[in-house]
């Protein structure tokens, strides 16, 4: 099943690519192994998943993203609930431990 998320009255695919990996490591000169759970490289994360993944449609330059991310509130929270279903980490150190200390 095809994951998407709804931008200005428009249906965006969120799927990871090649194009997406690239445009991330463009963007911040690291590579996504390295990537850290805050808020920048979730933010730069989510801008390289909508562009790769909709090279044709998604037309906005990042500046003009952070706004739609203004105007609604749930996006963020719509792309952190994708990566964890494709059990991407973005929990933060705390998190990390409690979670840890819960399991033992």
Known sequence: MVKTIRIKNKNFELRDSNRSLLKFEEMTNKSVMDIDANYTDILNLFY???????????????????????????????????LDEKNLNTKTPIEKKKMESVSQ
């Open 48 to 82: 390289c998943v909508l562009y790769g993944a909709n090279k044709n449609k998604f037309k906005y330059e990042f500046e003009d993203f952070l706004d739609i991310l203004d105007e609604d509130d749930t996006l963020i929270d719509k792309f952190t609930n994708y």
